[in-house]
Nanobody, 125 residues
């Protein structure tokens, strides 16, 4: 079992930055893919960015390319999502998910087995 805890959300003005964290406990992220998803009110949960722990490969949704960066800290068993140039349309609850996947990064929500509780990101004008 993997327990995931997100943190780092908050209220920020448009153009601002936030860094979200996804910390794992129970076991390491080795052999896992970690994905960040978001869900805005009235919308489905959508893929934002993903990371393959084994080879460090990344994947981003078109809407966030060039603005969001996903990275890891091995020692802390944590995956980060650095978000810059935030826009009001980035407002959502952000979730991290994990799935055993040695080399690929799933982009579908149903592919993930473990989820955190979510952290709210609100971007104001």
């Amino acid at each position: 079992q993997v327990q995931l805890v997100e943190s780092g959300g908050g209220l920020v003005q448009a153009g601002g930055s936030l860094r979200l964290s996804c910390a794992a406990s129970g076991r390491t992220f080795r052999n896992y893919a970690v994905g960040w998803f978001r869900q805005a009110p009235g919308k489905e949960r959508e893929f934002v960015a993903g990371f393959s722990w084994n080879d460090g490969s990344t994947s981003y949704a078109n809407a966030v390319k060039g603005r969001f960066t996903i990275s890891k800290d091995n020692a802390k068993n944590t995956v980060y999502l650095q978000m810059i140039s935030l826009k009001p349309e980035d407002t959502a609850v952000y979730y991290c998910g994990a799935v055993v996947s040695r080399w690929s990064i799933p982009t579908f929500e149903r592919s993930y087995d473990y989820w955190g509780q979510g952290t709210q990101v609100t971007v104001s004008l």
